[in-house]
Structure formats: C-alpha cells, structure tokens
C-alpha cells in the first residue's frame, strides 16, 4: 500500500529565536510551522488550522519558548483536564518542573510559574476575577479553538478571546475546518494583527479501507480517473454484491430472514473482534484503535478478545506491563480493588488489550494511556472521548459502525466526527502511513463510507449564547453599554451579520421581481376589465390581520381574500391537531401495564401491550412489546390519534424483554389474547365545516366579481407568484430580524431575570452589580442562578457536611438514563430529603420567572446520585456508595462515581469562596470537600 502523497519541502529558518527553538528538535518543521512560527516572533497572533496529527502543537510550544526566552509568561489552555495533564507532563520535560505549572478544577501544581498548562474555563474565571497572575502575560495557546462549536462550553473560548488584553499574543490551533479564513478575519476584527495560515496536508498519509468479511479491500480505486475526485473500489462493490447475492440465495426470505426469528448479535459472516484485531496484527495494522460507541459496547469488546485467548504481547512485555499497572493500583486498598475488578482489567493488559471511556476510574485510563504510548497495548476498544485531543495516535482505526447515540437518539456520524476519529490513525515520525477501516455491515452501502471520508466541508459555527453568569461578569467589568458592545464582537454575531449581507441582497431581488410582476398584473387586469386593487398594499403576510368586514375591492383584493380563508383553514387544522395531541398526551399517561392498544403508523403496527408506563406526564412515553417482538418506548409521534386501550393482557411480574426468546414469547402471547386491531375510525366531521367565521369569508369569496373569472386567466398566476414573492420579502425581513437581535434580546430578558431577583440594580450612572450578584460572579454552574437563590435563601445552610454534599450533588449530576429523578428518590435522610424539596421548590419559582421572561429554563435538579454522595460522604465503602448511586439497578461505573465527585467538590469550593469562606455554610462545604476527597477520589486528585 502506498500514496502519492509527498511531504512538503522544509522552509529556511531566518529567525534567530526559532533558530534556537527548532535546534533542539531532532526533527525539521514543516513550512506552515515555520510560517506559524515566523509570524510569533515577528509579533503577531496567530491562527492555524491543519488536519489531527499534522503537528500544530510545535506552535503552541514555540510560544512556550518565546515567553520563557523573554522573560514574560505563557498561558496554554486545553478543553479537557486530560490533554492539560499530558501537556504538562511534556513541557516539564523539556523546561524543567521550576518552569511549568498546572491549573485545573483537580490540581494546582506550582501555579505562579512563567507558563501555566490550564483548561480554558480557569484563564476565563481569572479574567473575570482580575487576578494577578494575568500580570506581564504575553502569550495565551488556546488549543483545539475549535471547541467553541461546542453547544454546551463553547462560549468559554469567545470570551477568552474578546477579554484578552490587546497585548496578549494568542496562539490559535484549530483542526481543518472548511471556514477557517472567516474565523480567521473574526480573530483579526477583535485581536487585531493576526497571520491565518492553513494547511490541508496530512503529514502520515491515511489510507481508507472497508472490510468484508475476512478479507480488507481499499475504498478507493487506486489512480483517479482523469483529474476526479477518487472512485470507490469496483472490486469492493463487486465482492459486496456476490456476498449479498448468496446470503439471499441462501435464506428463503432474504438477507433479513423476515420468515423467521431476528437475529441476535453479529450478522453472519461478519468477522468477530478477535479474529479482526488477529488479522490486523498478520497485516502488520496494529497498534489499533477500534472505536465503539458506547462503554458497555467497548468492554463486551475487550471481554471477546481475552476469552477467546488472543494475546499480542511477549512475557517480557507483560512483565513491563504488570509493572505499569501496580503503579497505577498501588494505592488503591485491596477492597477498593476488589470493587473495581482490577484483576480483570489486569488480565486485559498483560495481553496488549484494553478498553477506554469515561465509565473507567481515571487512573485505569491514565494507565491505558501511557500503555498505549509506550507500545504495550495494541489495540483499545474506546468511545469518541478518547479522540478529542489526547494524544494516542495508533497505526490503524477501526471503526464497526457509523451511528453514534447523541444522548437523545441514534444519529449519523458527521464527515467532521469522521474525520476526527480516523485522524488517529498514523503515527508522525514512526508510520509511513496511516490505515481506516470500516467493518462492512448488510445495507452498508461503501459510497456511503466514501462520502464521509471524502467530505471537506466541517464548517465553524458559534455556540455562544449570554448566560447568567457571563451577564453579571460582563456588567461588572464593562458596564451594560459595555457588555452589549462585547456581545456585537463576537465570533456568532460576526457570522451573523455576515449571512445578513445575503439576506438583504436577497431582499433587495425580491424586490425588484415584485415591481416587474406588478406592471405585468396591471395591464394584463386592465385588458380584461377588472380594476387590479391596490398594489400597494396587497401585502400576503398582512391577510393575517383581515376579517370578513375588510375591503377585498379589485382583484389583488379577491387574492387577498382567498389567502385569508387558506390561512383560517390552516389554523383549524392546526387546532384540531393540537387537541389530538393533547388528548394523545392525556391517553398515553393513563396507560397501564398490561393494556393492550394499537399501532397504526411508523415502523410497527398491530397490537401492542404496555410492559411499563410512562413516568413523564409532560412527554410521556410508555414501553410496550408489538406483535412482531418489538419493543421500545412510544410517544405522541407515534400516534395520529389518541391510543384506545382494546382490552387487557396478563403479565409475569418479571417481563423478560431483554433476550429475544423473551420477547418472542411474549408477542406471541400478545397474538393469542384474539384482540382485534380496529380497521380504522369513523372520519370525524371537519372543524372548517362549523366555523362561522370561515362561512362569512367563503360567502364574500363567492359574490366576488372577480370569482367569475375563468380559473386558468393569466391573472390567477400573476397573483399567486406575487403572493408568493410577498411572502418571501417578509420571511427574509423576520430572518433578517430576528438574527440580527438575537444575542440583544436574549441579554436583555437575562437582565431581566436578574434585576427582578435583585442580582442587579439600576444605579445613578446605570445597572449596577448587586452584592447578591458578586456571589453569582464567583459561581460557574450550568444552575448558577438556581445554586445563588439556594445561598441567599439559606436552604443548604442548616446541612451537616455530608449532607451538604449530597444536596448539592442535585444541581450537578445529570442521569444517563430518562429516568425519575426528584427528591423522594432519597429515603432514609429526611434532612436531605427536606433540604432537597426546598432546592426544588426554588428551582420551581426561577423556572416560573424565567418562562415569564422568556428565558431557557434552568434544568431541574437530579437526586440521582444524592443518596450515592451522602453515603460516601458519611464514610462508608467504595462498593457501598457505587450501589447507592446505580440507575435500574445497575452500579454506577468508577470512573463515573468519581467525574460526579469531582465537580460536586468543585461546586462545593465555588460555595465557599461565594460564601466569603466564613459563616457556617462555607465551613460546611470546606468540611465537605475533606468527606468527599478519599479513597479512588484522593488517589485522583492527588
């Protein structure tokens, strides 16, 4: 396998720091890293977007370098707490541990030192706080910029970005998105003197493959034809087909064998994971990542690998293996290890085997990790965390499906994600080339494969959106004036007024269009002797406002007549589907187990009986098994109608609907009941027909002099075409609106909310930050409102430190799963029970206020793992608080027990800080946080 890719020529280095920096590298710069390079120490920011692996990093160091030289300091910030460390780890190696700090929400290791390796959200709050570590700070890295597309912690990177002193060179390393020069001349408008420089080439060429069955065959046909874009393989199409044609020749009922019982598990003929990772080591393929979509997913992985006795290793590489491990478990005690099964992960790694994703205890990652570098694990099953940034490149990637769950459904991968996990593959300064392999499924289609791995379009949109929070820091430095000036810099306004420049010349076309239509309208009336009505103001998107009373005189009034009838018609339908729906709503939350209903539309339809019942009353969506052993949740989508309940069904108390014999059972009982589906319902009469308002319009249509005219006149379509270029003007006129405004109005309703709690006042020379509201700028909480309206009110104040922990564990903690959540979840704590009903009845009036406001309601607080934290906090075992903290009936990971631990100390410490670090509630939370940080959670925060 080779490419006829060539590496780019290095460029001469005439500068004397980068002369310096780049003499003890053992390696040449490419020349955008040269360029990037140049253009620091000539002064300038920089931008650079280059594909995963291309090296940007050096960069970012080379700031490092430039700081240090000149004696000033150097902020290098990371979106994750795991690429920080690994970051820190490197540089201190190269600077000496004197040079190099570290700043997360975990650690704090010599933070006064001229560079300081940080997540992006501590140089925000710094900013916020004007601490003084920003003095004689000459460089800020902001690794993966490209983060600020991320819809949850997105804004952060803006708002570095914006505050940042004019003096403060920022280094910007973005992947390769297809916007870049438009985020580039956004950079330049708010940072000024800015060099962009992009770079499309892939240092380690990536090859892209499908395999099928045992046998692995290039995406790609070999050499282009003619200058196009490459071909998929004709070989590989082929061979699919011949495959498909036997699997259907062999089964009476086609490949999906609708004759018989689905299939379980992997599709025949489709190679199993150990025989994959086998082949992939003949091939000379690995070291591999197999990227799987979900944490049980990768451990079933990791579990087929060791039982079917595959090992990868040498003893003498299990024995430096072991050695790794014991380091990493070693101060873990024996029951905690017990707990986490670390024999069993061992057993893993003594192999070259592993899995990786966030369930797994940080430590147990951490390990993996530094495995995987060294060489000693050669192929992880991982979830797409482990591609955001740290630093695990292998020789191959594989990749078994191309559907991700997005926490709400099951999606497509993206050509952005799919870059992103195939960029892994090929190791810069060790592999020749780099290999991506896609496991071929039946109805996986490889010009589906070929249009995510040739898509160059991975554009850069703005998440940023003001916050409470951001509201309060904002008016504290800026003033309201001033913040809503910072609020027009940014990057989503920018695009916003960019695309506005379009809409407005759409306008302006649209427009001219409406007067050529006009004149036409009017000579073709006048030549049939009917008076056209006023041009003027035959406005469509005004027909809204008319009743039977207005004056429909002309022909543009008879037209405007008709528009108001089709837009009366419309909203009958509508109300008469927004009944439907809510008697929907009514019907499905009065279900119960055991009865029996019918489907008449989407994928399943026949009878089905109710196995659990809706638990949300606002969106309920009852679990049912279908007829064809199907089962899943429904909701109002899967109804044209309200369900009728046809009758009942006898359930086992245990309903086995996890295996498929179970289910099968099941439905074939659900059959036997002889309940019969209804063919269908009586139309009901139609509400248009009863509407007096609507017989009024149809009246006056009718006695219309212009009704007469023959349906086909030229005037009928010159009407409607000028309707409907009217129509256009108004929506791009609302567009143009709305989207210009946007970012204002939400600001303002935000301030809204805050001055009628009093975070704000209005003050003699304008809106002024309230003491309440320094609290809130202290406060950095997806609920920071909610968890200030908690501090104010003292509802946490009477709490013992555990059960401080466990309460504010609430406005944290997030379920995995669509289960119930309140606080009656908590039994056996009445105080925490009680302290938590009054976080929620707190959480109950912000919310009222914010949909008076108009405001995105702040999340409701999740007692899921208060019982969890309460019991570790009380000092009870690791086992214990795992147990307490599971969701249907299942433990919570480690690793998960130990991210939640986390940022409830985090929350905790941002309390007391809040609080002044005095008065009963901030003791309670520093004496809190000495509960929580022990065992695998002391071991991780060092």
Request: net charge neutral.
């Amino acid at each position: 396998m080779t490419s006829s890719e060539t590496a780019p020529t290095p460029t001469p280095i005439d500068r004397p720091a980068l002369r310096e920096f780049t003499d003890r590298l053992d390696f040449a710069l490419d020349p955008f890293q040269v360029e990037s390079c140049a253009a620091l120490e000539d002064g300038h920011g920089v931008l650079v977007c280059a594909p995963t692996g291309a090296g940007k990093t050096i960069v970012g160091e080379f700031a490092v370098h430039l700081a240090l030289a000149a004696g000033t300091k150097c902020f290098y910030t990371t979106p994750i707490k795991a690429l920080s460390n690994q970051k820190f780890s490197d540089l201190v190696a190269v600077h000496g541990a004197e040079n190099i700090g570290l700043l997360t929400g975990d650690s704090s290791i010599n933070p006064s030192a001229p560079v300081v390796v940080m997540t992006t959200e501590v140089v925000r709050n710094m900013i916020y706080a004007n601490s003084p570590a920003l003095n004689g700070l000459s460089h800020v890295v902001m690794d993966e910029v490209h983060f600020l597309a991320d819809r949850f912690r997105g804004a952060v990177w803006e708002e570095v970005i914006l505050h940042l002193e004019p003096s403060v060179k920022v280094v910007s390393l973005s992947a390769t998105v297809s916007n870049a020069e438009e985020f580039g001349d956004w950079i330049k408008t708010v940072r000024g003197d800015t060099t962009v420089v992009v770079d499309d080439h892939r240092p380690i060429p990536l090859w892209q493959h499908m395999m099928v069955g045992n046998r692995i065959f290039d995406l790609f046909e070999r050499t282009p034809r003619n200058g196009e874009r490459p071909q998929v393989n004709s070989e590989l199409t082929r061979y699919i087909k011949q495959r498909e044609m036997v699997s259907d020749h062999e089964s009476p009922h086609g490949r999906r064998g609708r004759g018989g019982p689905p299939r379980r598990g992997r599709p025949a003929g489709i190679i199993s994971r150990p025989d994959l990772i086998a082949r992939l080591d003949r091939d000379g393929l690995l070291p591999a990542i197999g990227f799987i979509f979900s944490r049980a997913g990768c451990e079933a992985a990791l579990d087929q690998c060791v039982r079917s006795g595959l090992s990868l290793l040498q003893p003498a590489q299990s024995a430096q293996v072991e050695e790794v491990v014991n380091r990493y478990v070693g101060d873990l005690t024996e029951a905690d290890q017990d707990v986490l099964n670390v024999d069993t992960w061992r057993a893993g790694l003594m192999r070259g085997l592993a899995a990786h994703h966030a369930g797994m205890l940080p430590a147990f990652r951490h390990a993996v990790e530094e495995l995987f570098v060294r060489g000693l694990v050669r192929a992880v099953f991982a979830t797409e965390t482990l591609a955001l940034g740290i630093n695990m490149p292998a020789r191959s990637v594989v990749l078994e499906r191309l559907v991700k769950y997005n926490g709400e459904a099951h999606v497509d991968l993206t050509p952005g994600e799919f870059t992103q996990l195939t960029g892994r593959a090929g190791r810069r300064g060790i592999d020749v080339e780099g290999h991506a392999v896609v496991v071929w499924m039946p109805e996986l289609d490889p010009t589906r494969v070929a249009g995510l791995a040739g898509a160059r379009t991975f554009p850069l949109r703005s998440s940023f959106a003001p916050e409470y929070n951001m509201a309060i820091n904002l008016i504290g430095r800026l003033g309201l004036a001033g913040a809503k000036n910072l609020l027009e810099r940014s990057f989503a306004q920018f695009q916003t007024d960019r695309s506005v420049v379009g809409q407005h010349r759409k306008i302006d076309t649209a427009r001219r269009t409406l007067g050529k239509i006009d004149v036409e309208l009017s000579g073709r009336a006048s030549s049939v002797g009917v008076e056209p009505g006023d041009l003027a103001t035959g406005d469509a998107a005004a027909a809204d406002d008319h009743t039977p009373t207005d004056d429909y005189d002309g022909f543009l009034g008879y037209m405007r007549l008709r528009e108001v009838i089709r837009t009366r018609e419309r909203e009958l339908k509508f109300e008469k589907r927004m009944t439907a729906q809510a008697n929907t709503v009514d019907e499905l939350s009065a279900l119960k187990r055991g009865h029996v209903i019918a489907l008449h539309g989407g994928r399943h339809r026949g009878l089905a009986v109710v196995i659990e019942p809706a638990t949300d009353r606002r969106d309920p969506k009852p679990m049912v098994l279908c007829e064809d052993a199907w089962c899943g949740r429904v909701g109002t989508a899967d109804f044209l109608n309200p369900p009728e309940v046809l009758g009942n069904m006898r359930l086992p108390r245990q309903v086995d609907r996890r295996t498929g014999r179970g289910r099968r059972d099941l439905a074939s009982s659900l059959r036997a009941t002889g309940i019969d589906v209804p063919r269908g319902r009586q139309s009901r009469r139609s509400p248009a027909a009863d509407d007096r308002e609507l017989g009024l319009l149809r009246s006056r249509l009718r006695a219309h002099p212009a009704h007469q005219l023959p349906a086909g006149d030229e005037l009928f379509r010159l009407a409607e075409r000028r309707n409907r270029v009217e129509r256009e003007i108004t929506a791009l006129t609302e567009s143009v609106s709305t989207r210009t405004s946007t970012l204002s109005i939400t600001f303002d309703r935000i301030v809204g909310v805050l001055t009628e709690l009093g975070y704000l006042v209005d003050g003699p020379e304008g809106v002024v930050v309230t003491d309440s509201g320094r609290t809130l700028s202290r406060v950095y909480s997806e609920s920071d409102l909610l968890i200030c309206e908690c501090i104010r009110a003292q509802v946490w104040d009477a709490l013992t430190p555990p059960e401080l922990a466990a309460v504010v564990s609430a406005v944290v903690y997030e379920s995995r799963r669509d289960s119930y959540s309140g606080p009656d979840l908590v039994t056996g704590h009445r105080e925490v029970r009680d302290a938590l009903q009054d976080t929620h009845r707190a959480w109950r009036t912000l919310a009222h206020l914010e949909s008076r406001h108009n405001v995105g309601v702040t999340r409701e607080p999740d007692a899921g793992f208060a019982t969890a934290m309460y019991t570790w906090a009380s000092g009870r075992s690791l086992a214990e608080a795992l147990a307490a903290a599971g969701e249907r009936g299942r433990p919570l990971p480690a690793g998960d027990f130990v991210r939640w631990s986390r940022q409830v100390i985090d929350l905790l410490e941002q309390i007391r800080m809040s609080a002044g670090g005095e008065g009963r509630l901030a003791r309670s939370a520093k004496s809190a946080v000495g509960c929580i940080k022990r065992g695998v959670v002391a071991v991780e925060l060092g």
